[in-house]
């Protein structure tokens, strides 16, 4: 399996709905081909996404084609897909 590691920036002045955006992101994700699970986390400044796929082919385009709306209430740092060694 593969991972794909999201981290993004909250915009502090940001007009949206950050919960609506979630929910709009999760329902897409989850209808991904070889999608398995997904962790997203925050400390309010910032934010990680842990995607698991069960092919390193989608964790790779989905990385590749990371892409966040200019109007989100978070700005993307980095999207990076990494095999999964072991899982606990």
């Given at each position: 399996?593969?991972?794909?590691?999201?981290?993004?920036?909250m915009k502090p002045?940001?007009?949206?709905?950050?919960?609506?955006?979630l929910d709009g992101?999760?329902?897409?994700?989850?209808?991904?081909?070889?999608?398995?699970?997904?962790?997203?986390?925050?400390d309010g400044s910032?934010?990680?996404?842990?995607?698991?796929?069960?092919?390193?082919?989608?964790?790779?385009?989905?990385?590749?084609?990371?892409?966040?709306?200019?109007?989100?209430?978070?700005?993307?740092?980095?999207?990076?897909?990494?095999?999964?060694?072991?899982?606990?």
């Amino acid at each position: 399996m593969y991972a794909v590691v999201f981290e993004v920036d909250m915009k502090p002045d940001a007009q949206g709905d950050p919960e609506a955006e979630l929910d709009g992101l999760v329902g897409f994700v989850k209808s991904l081909p070889d999608f398995v699970r997904g962790t997203w986390t925050t400390d309010g400044s910032r934010g990680l996404s842990f995607l698991v796929f069960a092919t390193e082919e989608a964790a790779r385009g989905m990385a590749e084609n990371a892409f966040i709306p200019p109007d989100a209430t978070v700005t993307l740092r980095s999207a990076t897909a990494y095999e999964i060694v072991r899982d606990v």
